[in-house]
């Protein structure tokens, strides 16, 4: 049988990286694919590699040059090629499952001569969304478009994250150009021209390796030549179709990216007559730029337009001396233009004139009676944050009048080893902090450990019971912090601290377990050993979670312990028969959406309140007869008012009294969106629907993307729009929400222990390490 794809995979120096590569073109199921690789003159062993697949699959196909590069490798490959559609796939990348099949559904549909997808980068440690059109504009399906309609396009040039019909390679006799680095630019920019239908698919459909010793990361003069020459030739492509306007577009961007700190960071390391020379290759592209492109420059950060300004005025000499010491003003004794200066002063003198106006407005308001009544009310307000920060200092007077204390009782009681730990900053008991609290007050009732808490805390009442609850900043904190020596939180130990002088002493004297909110992965955390070196051990759910910590976030393996988190053991794992009837909405918080405005202009707030009013959610409820609670992020609790109910079996949970793990206990299924609560029913065996609207702008996000791949790794079913949500949810409303088969098979990776015995494990990793101490 023909084959629908021709996969084709240019191969030079990437032994290590080939069978993930190849294992994931034959791993494409639902559609016939063939797999054309062309050594290029591989000297690490990669040729072996490729023989020994093709002996062992009829549908691998080798072929060898010498060195030529990929482009001449490329059109090899072309010419052997019997697939109705090509895709493009370097040899140290993979494709994500099911890529080829809904790239060819969706062209079949669409009659596209090209579906361009999702170019997903990865690490060993993470992944992330890396060309800014695809975070942008790559939202939504988009049937059939051009480069016309869609300039942005243009901004992605990658040959490899797409998939092109044949046929309209060869109707326009469309090949690389050999022995070039611009090879995906000129070919993509010319492919676009060509194709009367583009589909947009919005999906991950190829996985860029981020790699160090890449090709792109050793860039010489020649690079910005190859790069720059190509730019060139294709103006006269773009003008016979009367496109200019985009190619002004394909000119800025490349012009951005070869003045950006990456490409530069690799100039600082050239010699002087390479500074030069690279500089006067990108001047070519800069001098193309029309005036109206040159003034939008503007939108640039300051760095951006110096260099764009001196390239436009070939004013190479100061440009480099800007390059190597761009905080000191010797550049400018250099400019030889008086239009340059004029263009770089221009944006600081606009500056100082928008000051002037300003200066001119805030006079007249700072002579008006309304300005002086707000200014002894400010005078007030800052008297009371005066008094307010006399206040907050006393706790200070009480850490160190009770060092006598607490010296002496450690004299008394040397042996006494005192555990002190909290939760949220000392704010609640309902997570990790309190239900390892609980379990050594029970199993461990000689241990001397204190619970610290906020009086005020509305949990305060669920916790004293146990004993040994301590109020914060009281006396007794203070005693007691003298005295610890070992501190447990979910947090950076803020809330155990008094301000300032002690923690110095924290980082020195004591054993700091971070015990985290839940099991890590969904995204970055700033949780590293270069911010908190203070951190002793690190409490982890798995194998993935442990090398991580111990890999990217810089703790030491033995500083990692593999014990799972205290407050599954609260958990069964597995379910009974018996249903509650409720369903858990638990969403978690946005660290961007600052304010009442921000949040009601979010996707965050117009997705929840849109599916909480859906009239078919209010249908499924009252069908099922189920109770929906909605309990969103502590975070957001100060915008819970925000949120409306569309049916009475909806429920807002405004108040935060109610302990969240009673309703993750009794809820018969999760909606959740990154939330780690998920992990409390994966651990259950629980259904879980991950709604993801805003996958994309969350993975972009600082500090960083998730640590593992949503689709393979967690035990959920993802969806990404309020219909697919609502699909789901039916679905598992019918068959009585149980977990899925294949769901179930990945708890194995997720949790190291489903036992119940993590509380144990943290206690006795804790007293091993005093043991050494």
């Known amino acids: 049988m023909a084959p629908v794809v021709s996969v084709i995979v240019p191969v030079f120096n990437t032994k290590d990286f080939l069978p993930e590569c190849i294992d994931s073109v034959l791993a494409q199921s639902g559609v016939q694919v063939e797999l054309i690789a062309v050594d290029d003159g591989s000297t690490d062993g990669s040729l072996e590699v490729l023989q020994d697949y093709a002996a062992r699959h009829k549908n691998i196909h080798v072929f060898t040059q010498s060195r030529k590069r990929q482009g001449a490798a490329r059109n090899l490959a072309i010419e052997y090629a019997c697939g109705r559609f090509v895709s493009f796939l370097d040899s140290d990348d993979t494709l994500p499952e099911n890529a080829l099949k809904n790239m060819v559904e969706v062209a079949e549909k669409y009659d596209a001569d090209m579906v361009c997808g999702i170019q997903q980068s990865f690490s060993p440690w993470r992944k992330w969304i890396g060309v800014p059109v695809h975070q942008r504009e ?19 040039i990658s040959a490899c994250n797409r998939l092109i019909r044949r046929e309209s390679i060869e109707k326009h006799s469309m090949r690389f150009p050999e022995g070039t680095a611009g090879e995906d630019l000129d070919f993509m920019a010319r492919m676009y021209l060509k194709c009367d239908a583009i589909t947009i698919l919005p999906e991950v459909v190829y996985n860029y390796r981020g790699r160090e010793d890449s090709r792109t990361s050793r860039i010489s003069p020649q690079f910005f030549e190859d790069r720059v020459a190509v730019t060139e030739s294709l103006e006269q492509a773009f003008s016979e179709k009367g496109a200019l306007d985009i190619y002004q577009r394909l000119l800025r961007s490349e012009i951005r990216k070869l003045i950006g700190n990456r490409f530069l960071k690799v100039i600082k390391q050239s010699s002087y007559d390479e500074q030069l020379q690279i500089f006067s290759i990108i001047g070519r592209l800069v001098s193309k730029l029309s005036s109206d492109e040159m003034r939008s420059a503007e939108d640039y950060a300051l760095h951006e337009q110096v260099r764009i300004i001196m390239l436009s005025g070939q004013e190479y000499d100061a440009l480099v001396a800007y390059e190597n ?13 008086d239009s340059v200066k004029a263009l770089l002063f221009e944006p600081m003198m606009r500056m100082q004139f928008q000051g002037l106006a300003s200066f001119e407005r805030i006079q007249k308001v700072q002579n008006s009676r309304a300005y002086a009544f707000a200014s002894r009310i400010s005078l007030l307000i800052a008297k009371c944050l005066k008094l307010a920060s006399t206040v907050k200092g006393l706790p200070m007077v009480k850490y160190f009048a009770v060092a006598p204390v607490a010296k002496l009782a450690g004299l008394l009681m040397p042996k006494e080893t005192i555990w002190l730990m909290d939760e949220r900053v000392s704010t609640s008991a309902e997570d990790n902090g309190y239900f390892l609290f609980k379990y050594l007050r029970a ?4 241990l001397p450990v204190f619970y610290v808490l906020q009086r005020n805390s509305p949990h305060w009442d669920i916790v004293a019971p146990l004993g040994n609850v301590v109020a914060q900043y009281s006396w007794m904190h203070a005693y007691l912090l003298w005295r610890a020596r070992v501190m447990l939180s979910t947090d950076s130990f803020r809330g155990l601290d008094y301000p300032g002088e002690s923690l110095p002493r924290l980082r020195r004297n004591t054993l700091n377990v971070f015990l985290q909110h839940g099991v890590a992965g969904n995204k970055t955390m700033t949780y590293t050993r270069n911010n908190y070196p203070y951190f002793s051990q690190v409490v982890v759910s798995n194998g993935i979670e442990q090398a991580f910590f111990s890999g990217h976030y810089g703790f030491t393996p033995h500083q990692v312990k593999l014990t799972g988190i205290a407050r599954l053991d609260a958990l069964v794992p597995g379910r009974g028969a018996e249903r509650s009837r409720k369903i858990l909405v638990a969403p978690t918080w946005r660290r961007w959406l600052k304010g009442q405005e921000q949040i009601q202009a979010s996707r965050y707030y117009h997705a929840w309140n849109s599916f909480l009013t859906s009239p078919q959610l209010a249908e499924l409820l009252e069908q099922h007869q189920m109770e929906l609670y909605f309990r969103p992020h502590f975070n957001m609790m100060h915008f819970i008012d925000e949120f409306v109910k569309g049916s009475p079996r909806v429920h807002v949970i405004r108040d935060l009294d109610e302990p969240l793990h009673h309703l993750i206990r009794e ?16 651990y259950q065996e629980k259904p879980v629907l991950g709604y993801m609207f805003d996958r994309y702008e969350w993975e972009v996000q600082p500090p960083g993307p998730p640590h593992l791949d949503y689709e393979r790794d967690l035990a959920l079913e ?5 219909d697919a949500l609502l699909q789901h949810l039916q679905q598992c409303l019918e068959s009585g929400c149980e977990m899925t088969a294949e769901n179930r098979g990945r708890l194995e990776k997720l949790f190291s222990h489903r036992d119940g015995g993590n509380c144990e494990r943290i206690y006795q990793a804790v007293v091993e390490d005093l043991a050494r101490a």
């Open 718 to 722: 993802l969806v990404t729009t309020e």
């Open 443 to 446: 199993s461990h009732p000689q």
């Open 325 to 337: 010491a761009p905080r000191s003003p010797r550049y400018l004794t250099l400019l030889k233009s």
């Open 138 to 156: 790559f939202n939504r399906l988009i049937e059939r478009t051009t480069i016309g309609e869609m300039p942005t396009l243009i901004q992605d």
């Open 667 to 682: 809820a018969d299924l999760l909606i959740t969106d990154y939330s780690s609560v998920m992990y409390d029913f994966f």
